[in-house]
């Protein structure tokens, strides 16, 4: 029953498919008329109707394939059971091309099987010399109409399958967009984090230190304003770097203007910027530093600047910090401890904040974060990355 079901509504085709149609029911109509047997003046009426009834439905063919091969087929059968002449073999071909065309291969094949049983059996009963001959011709007319319609349908499929993996490329391409932008737009938030907070904690520092100082000590506190007036230029300086990135610029011109990432070799003015701000902050070496990726001194460097921001906040007052990196060579450690309070920094909302945002940076880099109090006194961070690797995931 499936085979008899429409392979489309009557509403939803375009004109130019029923004009198609029409027209070619009627070329169906046309070259089987003068076949009919007439007298010296007009053909049949009688056979001119079975004929129209016999092939009307092929302008629905494209609609019930199937329903109308039965049809144009049962009515050939009868008619030839009448008069051979108001059989039409045209029509009949035309409508095994469209089940072929229209519906899937075994309905075809059945369909096919079907046409060559009728017309090799109609060979035998009405030629009587010679059969094989036009059982050939026969047998090769609907052959060719079957394998056109295979084509067809397989050319069908065949861009049907490229229309939709074009369509899914276009939406993996869009995902994988979607993806990036959020990655970029997650890194753009540590590092927002990272230098807003320590900056800002510098410059909550010193004017603290400024207020304390400008009653006993008016040039003392002078010197500390300007310390915050140059923090708070790095600040907007390293916020316009990183909001750069977010916008497209008209021309190159501009991408001179922005400053390179930070690296290890900035650690020594980080540490004196942390120096200036009061916490005593001492910085070691041990081992020959080997070439260490660009993503991997960006990521030492926003842990030691994250790490000692959490002491600037938490560590209070007289606290000491040392940051220590120990290169070896697959693996570089780093170590900043503190012997102040020992409070942990509260984790702020969004993967890019505090201790989540060290482990998300170390992690991207095959390394680990450990941090937790010490003893007797302060907090300590150590991390671990790995250097044979490059560096990379």
Not at 130 to 139: E, L
Not at 176 to 205: C, G, K, N, P
Not at 298 to 315: D, I, W
Not at 324 to 339: G, K
Request: net charge neutral.
């Amino acid at each position: 029953m499936r085979a008899l079901r429409p392979t489309g509504y009557p509403a939803a085709r375009i004109a130019a498919r029923w004009v198609s149609d029409v027209l070619l029911t009627l070329l169906a109509l046309v070259t089987t008329i003068p076949a009919l047997p007439h007298d010296s003046t007009r053909t049949h009426p009688a056979e001119v109707v079975v004929l129209i009834i016999s092939i009307a439905p092929l302008v629905v063919r494209r609609i019930w394939p199937v329903p109308v091969f039965g049809w144009i087929l049962l009515s050939a059968i009868a008619a030839g059971l009448w008069t051979s002449s108001a059989v039409d073999g045209l029509g009949l071909l035309i409508a095994i091309y469209t089940v072929a065309a229209m519906r899937p291969r075994r309905d075809a094949l059945v369909c096919a099987g079907l046409l060559e049983v009728v017309a090799v059996t109609a060979l035998l009963l009405h030629v009587h010399s010679k059969w094989w001959f036009d059982a050939i011709f026969v047998s090769g007319m609907i052959a060719a109409a079957l394998g056109l319609g295979l084509y067809v349908a397989a050319r069908r499929a065949y861009l049907a399958e490229l229309h939709d993996r074009a369509e899914r490329l276009e939406r993996e391409a869009d995902q994988q967009a979607a993806l990036a932008a959020a990655a970029e737009r997650a890194r753009i938030a540590r590092e927002m984090h990272d230098v807003v907070a320590h900056h800002l904690t510098v410059m909550t520092t010193l004017a603290e230190a400024a207020v304390a100082a400008s009653a006993s000590s008016p040039e003392k506190a002078t010197d500390v304003m300007r310390s915050v007036a140059a923090t708070g230029r790095r600040a907007l300086a390293d916020t316009r770097r990183l909001l750069g990135v977010l916008r497209e610029r008209a021309d190159q011109d501009s991408a001179g203007a922005l400053q390179p990432v930070p690296d290890l070799s900035q650690l020594d003015a980080l540490i004196e910027q942390v120096r200036s701000a009061g916490l005593d902050t001492a910085l070691e070496l041990h081992g020959q530093a080997p070439d260490v990726p660009a993503g991997v001194q960006l990521a030492v460097y926003r842990l030691v600047q994250e790490a000692l921001t959490n002491t600037l906040k938490h560590g209070g007052a007289g606290a000491r910090a040392c940051v220590r990196l120990s290169f070896a060579p697959s693996e570089l450690r780093v170590d900043v401890d503190d012997d102040g309070a020992g409070r942990a920094a509260p984790a702020a909302a969004g993967a890019g904040s505090g201790l989540p945002g060290m482990r998300e940076r170390i992690r991207a880099y095959g390394g680990d974060v450990q941090a937790g109090p010490r003893q007797p006194a302060g907090w300590a961070v150590s991390a671990r990355l790995p250097l044979d690797n490059g560096g990379t995931i």
